[in-house]
Structure formats: C-alpha cells, structure tokens
C-alpha cells in the first residue's frame, strides 16, 4: 500500500499544488504498467495484457480528470519538466521514502503482487484484512483525494459566500476527447460538482468501493473490476466473478487468465540511457525512445495549457514509444549478457544528448 | 535569395533515416506470392524484406548545431562568444511524432520525400526559431562519394526546400545573427542539405545513422523552393566529383559556390576522421573565356576545402572575393572548377594546366517541385525555370517528352499506358524567365496489377539541347493512381478494403505486428474511431497513415466510409486503443 506524505491544504495554492501532485501520482504509474505490457508483446499473454492495458487507459483517463481539475481552479498543469517524471526504482511522487520501490521491470506475477497491486491497494481491500492504521504523517491515495474533495468544497463554499468561485479557468481549456474516452468519464469540470464527479471516477476505478470491487457503472463502459482486483485477477489466473457462495459474495472462480512465461523477454531492471555505450544499438533506441517520451509530455503539457487539440499529436507520440520500446526488448543489454534492453522513459533535452553523443558525433562530423 | 544569399547560417550533425524495405521490391506488393521471410532481415544472398523491414518510417535530425555564421556584411563568425546562436541546436519535433521519410514509389526510389519536419532552433530553454519543412525530394544523389563504403552508405544527395510557418522568438536573445536573419527573412526561409555515409548495417550502433551538413538562408517569394536560380556546375568525366551551384552576389563582390556534395570523402583510419579523399588537389574556381576546346582560363580564386573541419564549418559553402573585372567575367563567361597544376615543360619553361573537375552547363532548365502524386481526373502545374549563365530567359522554349528510363525494378511494367498523360509537347518561357504548364492524368487502369497506379517519368529539356546532356537527376516524377468503382466507395465491404489492407500488414511489419493488424476485420472495426483519425489527417501531417503516403484518393475514400459504417453501426468506443499502447 502507498502512503502519500501527508499534506495540509489551508488554501487555493496548496489546493493547486496538491492536484499537480495528483497529475504526477498518475502518470508515475504509467511507465511500469507500460514497460511490464511491453514485455508482455507476442508472447501468447494476450489477456494479461490487455487487462494491464485497460489499467494503463484509466491511468491516462485519471491523469487527464486531475489536469483538467487543475485548470478549472486556474491552475496550470506542469508535465514537461525534468522533475516531474520520477527516477525508477524510486517512490512514487507525494510518497514517504519508507513507502513501496517502483521499478520499471518485465512482466511478473510477483511484480503485480508486490508492487502493482501495493499501488493499487486500498484501505480496506475486501477480502484483506485492514491494513496499517492512519499513520500521522502519512495518508492512503484515498485518504489524499477525500482530502481534495473536502477542500474543493470548503474552499468553493467559502469563496460562494463572497460571491466568488474558484473555478475560473478558461473552460476551452478543458480537454475531452469523446472518440476514446466516453463523456461521463472526461468532461469539462466546471464547478464543485463536476469536480467531485471526476475525482470519484478515479477513486472508484482505481479502488473499486469498500463492499463491491466492481467498479461502479456509471464509471465505466464495460463491467470490470478495480485496478487492484484486475492485477489480483492476473496473479490468480482466474477472472473475478460474483459469487453467492463465497464470503464477499465475489471469488476467483471465473475462467483463467493463462500465463505462459516463456518467451517474455529478459529485460534488465530499471534501465538507464546514459549506461548503454554510446556506440550500441541500445544507446540509439533507447534515445530516440526518450525523444519520444519527452516528446509526448510536451504535447500532454500543451494539450492541457490551452491547446487541447495537441492530445491528436499525443496520441501518435503514445504508438511512436511502443515501437521503439519494441525495438529496444530486441536488443541485448551489452552491459549484462544473457538480458535485453529496455524502455527507461527519461526526460530527455538537447543538453543531455550532446554530452553523450559528442564522441560520435565528432568523429561523424568534423 | 535562398540559402546561398546572407544572412546564412551553417549547421552540421547527424540525421536518422528509418524507412521500412519489405517494399522496395515491387513483388512484394504482390499479397498472393507474399511470403512471411519477406519480413525478415536480409540474410547472406537472400535479401527477404532487405535491410530495415522493422522500420518506422522516421526522419529526425540528430545532434546538429550550429557552427557558423555569415552576416548580411559578408563577415563571419563561429565563436560562440561573439553570437549566442552559433553552438546551438538546429532540431526537429519537440511535440509530435517524427517526421517521415518516404519513397514515391517501389519503381522510382530516388526522389525520396521528408514529410511533416519541423525545424527549431533552439538554446534548450525556449525555441528561438520553430517553422514546419515544406515537405521535398532529394535530388543529385551520387553512389560514388564515400569510396571506402558501399551501397547507400557510399551515396550523398541533396534536400532543398523553404521553412514555413515561422515562430521567431528572438526579440532578448541578443543574437546579431537571427536579427538580421528575421530583418531579412521573416515569413519563410531557405533550407540546403546534403546527407551522406548512412549506416544501414542493422547490426551497428549507428544504424539509420548518416551525416549531415546544411545551410540555412533568407528565402524570396518569387524564387523558387527547391533550387537555386544561379549558375549550375556539372561534373566532369573522371572527376569523382558531383554537381554543385553557384551564385554572383555583385552587392558583395563575391562568388559563392556550393561544393556541399561536390567532392569525395573517406574515413581516415589512423585519426578517425572523416576526411576528403584526395586532398592532393589544388582545387581553384575560374571562368573559361576561350572557345569550345582551346580554353582559357581567368582563374577567380583557390578553394580552401582540405582543413579537417571544412565541411561542418561550412557545409561546403566557399565565398571568393571578386574584383570588378572578377565580376565582369563572371557575367560573361562559363564558369570551371580546375585542379590545377603547374607542369614542367622543359628544363627552362613551366605552364600552368589544370583538369577540369566541374564545368558550368551554360543554358539550364530545371522544374521546382519535380515529385507529384495525381489521381484519375487532377492535374498538376509544373513551373520551370530557364537560365543563362544564372540568368533567367525569356521566350525560351522547352521540351516535354515522356522518359520511363529511370524507373524499375521490373517487373511490373513502368510508364504505360502512357495514353493517359496530358501535357503539351513544348512550352516557351515568359518574359520573366519562367514557363508553367499543366499535367492532366486519367486512369492508368490497375496495369500493374499488385501495385495501385503507375510511375511516369516526364524529362524537359532546352530545345537546343538534349535531355541526356541535362542534370538527369530533376526529370519530373509522377504517381498516378487507379480509380475505385464508384458504388464501392460509397458502401464499401470488408472484402473491397482487404487487398489494400492485407498489403500493408504485409509491407510494414512494424505497424501489423506492433500496433495494428490491419488485415484482420475485428482489429480495424475495434480500433475505428483511431483508424479514422489517422487515415483522416493531411499528407503533411507526420501522423497521416499510412505513413508511406502511397494511398489513392478513392481508396483513401473507401477507407473512410468504412470505418464510418463500422462507428455508425456500433458507436464502439476503441475497445483496444489504450491496450495496445
């Protein structure tokens, strides 16, 4: 389970500044789910990946619901800079340093058990005994998004009394995108209402609700669990269904999910632009995977700072990262015989290049 | 004004060119003789899908800075600490996929085109300058330049074209440079380079590598985006060298000469570096006032091209310094690239002689944009320039005639039926030096059967001259497309899009294997609403699909209303989009 550091929220800034958070807590989830995918890719787990990929889209979904939100209270979403993607293994943004190691690995059942299923972890998970109580300084994800939901509302209230609101963004800001992701999931938030709406939608698909680990329809287009119960469905190999007989009324007796782990590539843990030589085919996949990458957090940035259009170019840049994380899971890791690359998703700027690059590119050049 | 004219920047670095080779053999677009191999890597003598089957596509700029510049006065600068600009990133895309580079066709290979490049100049924090590349083929390729590789890792050819579009950012920068360049250009600017030593060995680091160097320069309305109206150097037999232009700036006293992809290089093997294979050669620019075989030679000035950071200094760009009877020559008289020499006759007397490298084609005609794609019933107008020693003609007349030499691999045929053309035979310049006309296409008929369409060539040529004497490598370039029945693009089946779609499952394997499988129905019904988009957007757009920008108007239509049908039918919302990201 996740612990958030604990935060107070006295005004609209630190109210602001929790939701760039919340924009960084999703998209920290991102890049292990992909990478984990990734592996996943023509190895006969079609089904495992497509219940990690349909987690990736709501992360996406979860990720656009808080920018949008930022925006509404006349905020402004960062997601181009170095910082806000974090360093793997690592805690995940707004996390305590006790809290869970994130790595960017290939596809194991023990890395959904102890990682994503700890990210995904709610309070009270049916079926697990409660966990940890309140710790002082600490608070669960929910915890964090009640808080936000406690203080939209305070802080609109407050400022209603004075004839105010704090929604005064520019709604043509607002980015929805109704060919991929159904209006009652990204709408334009407007108001405390519409507000509170998209934070429930993130909570309840990522936690599901403490008596049905479904997600609740009107989140969602097709009957599924929550984050935490489709990971735990790919641990199991069974799919989650309701069940009369069992205790929660829910069991893992559904048909199997099968895993097959023989041809998922070896990927070496938590890769590293800057520690493949120069001079290998690693290097060069892996640099124009983060061209990539950084790339398509500008077109994110823009997408929610004005120019919701930019969301069509993030959509290509989204295909552009899989091939060449592809490309990557073929090329062995010339630091460690026997493994392959792999997708390190770094922010990349011209800067960083040149200094590797300049031994290459002087003998090309000059 | 173009790219030769000041204020001129020089930039040098690397780029990436990552097409998919599954089809550049034309029986490959045959799905009923189509083999799984055809996908794989080229092994010993069996080619199967050649060099990069996994391709993206990709063009991008790699690593290239700026490493000098010439301001409107004629001076130059390349230390950063005179003008911020120089050591800064010359770059593409910091928000969209990568641009694209494309074949026109399996049957004509060598007028590749770079689709959706945006160009920035940028210090890292902000872009300094952002434009998009009016999308170009490259022209003068040579297989002869880099003599210690082979195949196209030994070739270099040419890209020129305009930046449009232009965000400047400069107004703080404090850079003399980028003032003058915006003072002098500000809505669209002139853009030359020459690319070679591409590494297409799939196993080495640099892989899709090669290198580039290029200049970027004000830009004219009423100059051509694709070449330079100035003086036009062929190269000579047994020269190892390659075309180069010319221009007489009289402002400035001086004769600029693009050399860019003019001379041969080698890696040097002790020092590591690229190097110009015979430096021995005392390279000098001239003007031949004699009569046809008995020359005479005024010389101008030597070419200073043997310093080991002259090619990424310059690009190849050399500035001589003329005096007026420089100049007065040079108006008058042909101009020549000679290694000269001085030759000992005998004991008491010495003469200077020189072979000619480069020699200037005197009456010249080239087309600016040279490439067009045109489906049954469009047409298009071509827009030639006549020149005289870099001048421009009027009442010139030009000649027109098909020429399918060029094409191939065969089969299938290339250039029939040719019934289906319409151009006139001749056209003559206007007062202004330049003559439009207009080619009007029909349906070619599907006569190559597994491949949509047919190529034509079209060569042009001054009336006094021949087309084998001009620079072969401009000829004008067409893909006309068959027509689809009518009742098949508005209601279209599944059965009517397969063909189409089972080829490009087949030619590109990184897209059906990685992202979509567009031969199988359920993947393009389920994925619709994406499928629609891409398909949806402008050729220029880097995301359009396909990316090889091969797809006929109606088949492009028939595409469309499907996938219309599919969302009409179901409203899916794409039920895998997100899982196969």
């Known amino acids: ?366 | 004004m173009s790219y030769l004219n000041l204020p001129r920047l020089t930039f040098a670095g690397l780029f990436q060119a990552d097409p998919s080779t599954v089809n550049n053999d034309p029986t490959h677009y045959n799905n009923e003789t189509f083999e799984p191999s055809f996908q794989d890597y080229q092994s010993g003598e069996n080619l199967n899908g050649w060099w990069n089957p996994d391709g993206t596509g990709n063009w991008r700029l790699v690593g290239c800075k700026i490493t000098k510049v010439s301001y409107s006065d004629g001076t130059e600068e390349t230390d950063p600490t005179k003008d911020p600009v120089i050591g800064l990133s010359i770059t593409d895309t910091e928000n969209k996929t990568a641009a694209k580079i494309v074949d026109l066709d399996s049957q004509q290979q060598m007028v590749s085109m770079i689709w959706g490049l945006i160009v920035r100049i940028t210090d890292g924090k902000k872009n300094l300058i952002n434009g998009s590349y009016k999308p170009a083929a490259f022209t003068n390729i040579w297989f002869t330049r880099s003599p210690d590789l082979s195949h196209d890792a030994a070739a270099a050819a040419i890209y020129q074209s305009v930046i449009e579009d232009l965000c400047w950012d400069i107004d703080s920068f404090g850079s003399r440079y980028l003032n003058e360049l915006k003072a002098a250009s500000p809505e669209k600017l002139s853009i030359q380079f020459t690319l070679d030593r591409f590494n297409g060995d799939f196993t080495a680091a640099d892989f899709t590598l090669g290198r580039i160097a290029g200049s970027i320069g004000p830009s004219y309305e009423s100059e051509p985006d694709h070449f330079v109206i100035g003086r036009q150097l062929f190269p000579q037999a047994g020269s190892n060298c390659n075309y180069a232009t010319a221009l007489l700036d009289e402002s400035q006293k001086t004769l600029i000469l693009d050399l860019g992809n003019a001379f041969q290089f080698i890696l040097n093997k002790e020092s590591k570096k690229i190097v110009i294979a015979d430096p021995t050669r005392n390279i000098v620019a001239a003007v031949d006032q004699g009569s046809s075989g008995n020359p005479d030679y005024y010389y101008l000035g030597k070419i200073e091209y043997t310093d080991l950071d002259w090619y990424a200094s310059s690009a190849g760009v050399c500035t001589i310094s003329l005096d007026d009877e420089g100049i007065s020559l040079v108006k008058q008289f042909p101009l020549v690239l000679i290694d000269y020499k001085e030759t000992q006759e005998n004991t008491f007397t010495s003469f200077m002689t020189g072979s000619v490298l480069l020699q200037e084609f005197e009456n010249y005609v080239c087309a600016d944009q040279f490439v067009f794609q045109l489906n049954p019933g469009e047409s298009c107008d071509v827009n030639l320039y006549a020149t005289h020693l870099g001048n421009l003609i009027p009442d010139k007349t030009i000649e027109l005639q098909l020429n399918n030499s060029f094409f191939g691999p065969t089969p299938p045929p290339v250039g029939v039926p040719k019934s289906i053309l319409s151009f006139p035979p001749s056209i003559k310049t206007d007062s202004s030096g330049k003559a439009t006309f207009t080619i009007k296409a029909g349906d070619p008929g599907n006569p190559r059967e597994y491949i949509d369409g047919q190529v034509y060539g079209l060569a042009y040529s001054l009336s006094e001259d021949y087309f084998t004497n001009c620079n072969q490598s401009n000829f004008i370039s067409l893909l006309v497309y068959d027509s689809v029945p009518q009742d098949k693009i508005d209601d279209p089946t599944w059965k009517d899009l397969l063909p189409t779609m089972q080829q490009y499952a087949n030619l590109y394997p990184l897209m059906s294997k990685g992202i979509f499988n567009l031969a199988d129905k359920n993947v393009v019904d389920q994925n619709a609403q994406i499928l629609k988009l891409v398909f949806g957007k402008e050729k220029t757009d880097p995301n359009y699909m396909p990316a090889t920008r091969d797809l006929s108007r109606d088949k492009l239509k028939m595409i469309l209303n499907y996938l219309n049908k599919v969302i009409a039918a179901s409203d899916p919302k794409d039920s895998i989009t997100f899982k196969k990201i």
């Open chain 1, 1 to 366: 389970m996740i612990f958030l550091k604990k935060i107070e929220i006295d005004s609209l800034e630190d109210l602001r500044k929790a939701v760039q958070t919340a924009i960084e807590l999703e998209h920290s989830t991102i890049p292990p789910y992909l990478t984990a995918n990734f592996t996943l890719f023509n190895t006969g787990n079609d089904e495992i990946s497509n219940l990690i990929g349909s987690v990736v889209g709501e992360e996406m979904l979860h990720l656009s619901i808080s920018s949008n939100l930022l925006t509404a209270i006349g905020g402004h979403p960062i997601l181009n800079k170095k910082g806000f993607v974090p360093t793997y293994p690592g805690p995940l943004p707004g996390g305590v340093d006790t809290g869970l190691t994130v790595p960017l690995e290939k596809f194991s059942k023990e890395l959904i058990q102890k990682v994503f299923m700890s990210i995904e972890e709610q309070e009270d998970p049916i079926d697990i005994k409660a966990m940890a109580l309140e710790a002082t300084e600490s608070m669960t994800i929910g915890q964090f998004y009640e808080k936000i939901k406690k203080s939209l509302t305070a802080l609109e209230t407050e400022a209603h009394n004075q004839g105010k609101t704090i929604f005064t963004g520019d709604p043509s800001h607002q980015m929805t995108y109704e060919k991929f992701f159904p209006a009652k999931l990204l709408f334009p938030i407007k108001d405390l209402t519409s507000a509170l709406n998209g934070i429930d939608i993130i909570v309840d698909q990522g936690e599901g609700t403490s008596t049905d680990p479904f997600v609740n329809p009107t989140d969602s287009t097709v009957e599924e669990p929550a984050h935490y119960y489709r990971f735990q469905e790919i641990v199991k190999g069974k799919k989650l269904v309701s069940d009369p007989s069992a205790p929660n009324k829910y069991s893992y007796s559904g048909d199997p999910i099968p895993f097959n782990p023989a041809k998922i590539p070896n990927m070496w843990p938590n890769p590293k632009m800057e520690n493949y030589p120069p001079d290998s085919l690693a290097y060069t996949n892996s640099k124009f995977f983060n061209y990539n990458y950084t790339c398509l957090l500008n077109s994110l940035h823009l997408a929610f700072n004005g120019q919701p259009e930019q969301i069509n170019e993030a959509m290509g840049l989204m295909f552009a990262i899989r091939l060449y994380a592809l490309k990557l899971l073929s090329n062995p890791d010339p630091n460690h015989p026997g493994f392959m690359a792999g997708p390190s998703f770094e922010f990349v700027t011209d800067e960083d290049l040149n200094a590797v690059e300049k031994a290459a590119l002087e003998s090309q050049t000059s």
